[in-house]
């Protein structure tokens, strides 16, 4: 209440009045205006003015992690990450994000639809079905393409491949012959 008080002084309303309204003491409020400033209040002015030179030589594009990681290995500030991200949000800092936009497959063919979405077949090998999934390892993405027979709703067929290609399809093709 006292920092309204005082904010109500600043805009040359007399302090008794202030205090009046809003039910606190004069004298209460002369006795917080003597005290000093709390450490935390003097510690958090101190990392956001550090906070805003950070943010400054990025060109403002980094956000509250780095920011947090530049105080601890650069400066070797000990604050935690969320105190960091609190004092940018009040400053009204925000880094620069990048949003992941869609990946456009190289020639992404729409052929004309054979089937006509009927996949209920009466005899096996009349149709086969494919699909290709991608698997994220250690070592990089391995494609798996797999031909599956729509009448038995079986694997015929199977491909492992380190790149996404015709060669995988038509090898998973080729491979029915091993099962």
């Excluded at 070797?76 to 960091?84: F, H």
Aim: hydrophobic residues 35%.
């Amino acid at each position: 209440m006292y920092s309204l008080v005082r904010e109500l002084a600043d805009d040359h309303i007399p302090v008794a009045v202030a205090c009046r309204v809003l039910e606190v003491s004069t004298s209460g409020y002369y006795d917080w205006l003597g005290r000093p400033e709390p450490p935390r209040e003097l510690r958090n002015k101190e990392l956001t003015k550090m906070i805003h030179e950070i943010h400054a030589e990025s060109r403002g594009s980094y956000g509250s992690p780095r920011v947090h990681a530049e105080l601890r290995l650069g400066l070797g500030e000990t604050v935690n990450r969320k105190r960091v991200e609190r004092l940018m949000r009040a400053a009204g800092l925000q880094g620069i994000y990048r949003r992941k936009g869609r990946r456009n497959l190289v020639n992404q063919a729409t052929e004309e639809d054979l089937v006509q979405r009927r996949f209920d077949v009466q005899a096996p090998d009349r149709l086969w079905l494919t699909d290709i999934t991608e698997h994220p390892t250690g070592e990089g993405k391995v494609y798996c393409a797999a031909v599956m027979d729509a009448y038995s709703r079986r694997i015929i067929g199977w491909s492992i491949d380190a790149s996404q290609n015709t060669e995988l399809v038509t090898n998973a093709q080729s491979s029915r012959s091993h099962l």
